[in-house]
């Protein structure tokens, strides 16, 4: 072998096992500053992108129609992680500046592009509302998503009822879900149609979905007019169901009925309901009438209901009256614990009770009372004064229950004595 061949092999030697890390850590350098910067042209890439959606959102925010579909379509041309929420945005934004057509077509390469965006439902739901609002007619039956189900619904009953009407009612009977069922029993109780409120009407009579027979009977409450009112008053007078005639009063109540709750109060022959009327009333805040009542009235569980009823309607002046005043001792503690839960306000009262009620029972009443309001100071006052030894005994342990520093240092006091 010639010198020359020998120095080249020798050469080529010294490359593979004396070079070789050199030649390794030149390349991993090289692939390293490769990835470096590519790396930061993605960076760069994301920041364009983030910004240009950025400035979208809040052109949307300012109703900067044109300027939005600018920035979205930017975001859209840099197909990055966030074109799919673009082209959304983007057709959003073409709908609103009144350019329909344009926004189906990015409607479309939504669909076409990412098939599986988060986007996609969105997107369908401004193609119906799109569609429908062109008078394009629309099939709410064949979409596959119960919210785009009814999203369709609400735009045909808008613009077609006389063939919605037949879907809702359709949805309502089949084998939809309890969801699907519940929103389009909604939908129809806020239509103006005559058919649809017999359709509401008759699922409220239990003769139609009778698993949906409460809600219907809420909605006429909620939504109902005149005509949806005397069907409550039908449905509660032809009713023998309990729970039935208790949701007709529900809805008396919140469609503003008192007459109609009143007359149930007054002269419903189930205690149950008549209960249930007279808490009602007092939702209402019909003082007055509760009042009344409760003069007029010889049943103690009755009464009772009267005044809970007076305290749900913040009558405190009754109560004190109740409280001051009553013979049956039953229907005093019912008005001093209702005259405690009132809060402090009510702390005066109870302690002038306190103060010239010889009753036992009716003064330890009044001891829970104050301490339900959380009334620190008036039990104090009774601890420091009171000179049964029970009472004060009373008095001394809910001040032990109630954790605040006034009633500690109290305590504290009591044991150094």
Do not use: C
Request: glycine share 8%.
């Amino acid at each position: 072998m010639s010198q020359k061949t020998v120095g080249i092999v020798v050469g080529g030697l010294l490359l593979t096992v004396g070079g070789g890390p050199l030649w390794a850590q030149s390349m991993a350098d090289a692939s390293s500053g490769s990835l470096s910067a590519h790396a930061d042209a993605e960076e760069q890439a994301g920041s364009k992108e983030d910004e240009a959606y950025e400035r979208g959102t809040e052109a949307l925010d300012e109703e900067h129609w044109d300027r939005a579909i600018v920035f979205f379509d930017a975001v859209v041309r840099m197909a990055g992680k966030k074109a799919d929420a673009g082209l959304y945005w983007k057709a959003y934004a073409l709908n609103k500046a009144g350019r329909a057509s344009d926004a189906l077509t990015a409607i479309a390469q939504l669909r076409k592009s990412a098939p599986q965006s988060k986007w996609l439902n969105d997107a369908r739901a401004l193609e119906l509302e799109i569609r429908q609002r062109s008078g394009q007619r629309t099939s709410p039956e064949t979409e596959g998503d119960e919210d785009l189900k009814l999203m369709a619904l609400n735009g045909l009953l808008n613009t077609d009822s006389e063939r919605a009407l037949p879907l809702l009612e359709k949805f309502l009977t089949g084998n939809s879900s309890s969801k699907l069922r519940e929103r389009a029993l909604f939908v129809l109780s806020q239509s103006d149609s005559p058919r649809a409120r017999e359709i509401v009407v008759r699922i409220a009579r239990g003769q139609q979905s009778p698993e949906m027979q409460e809600t219907a009977i809420r909605y006429l409450g909620l939504f109902g007019g005149d005509a949806s009112k005397q069907a409550l008053a039908d449905l509660y007078q032809s009713s023998s169901d309990v729970s039935v005639k208790k949701a007709v009063l529900q809805s008396f109540m919140v469609s503003g009925q008192k007459a109609r709750v009143l007359a149930a109060a007054r002269g419903e022959k189930s205690e149950e309901l008549r209960k249930s009327a007279i808490h009602l009333l007092g939702v209402m805040g019909a003082q007055p009438e509760l009042w009344e009542m409760y003069q007029a009235e010889s049943s103690v569980e009755v009464k009772k209901a009267i005044l809970h009823a007076m305290f749900v309607g913040g009558g405190s002046e009754r109560l004190t009256e109740v409280a001051r005043t009553e013979k049956d001792p039953e229907l005093r503690k019912a008005a001093i614990h209702s005259l405690g839960v009132m809060g402090d306000r009510t702390g005066p009262v109870l302690l002038s009770i306190y103060s010239s009620d010889p009753d036992r029972d009716i003064r330890r009443q009044v001891l829970h009372a104050l301490f339900v309001q959380g009334n620190v100071k008036a039990l104090i006052q009774i601890a420091r004064t009171e000179k049964d030894p029970e009472l004060r005994k009373e008095a001394v342990s809910h001040l032990s229950h109630m954790g605040s520093k006034e009633a500690t240092d109290f305590l504290v006091e009591l044991l150094n004595k």
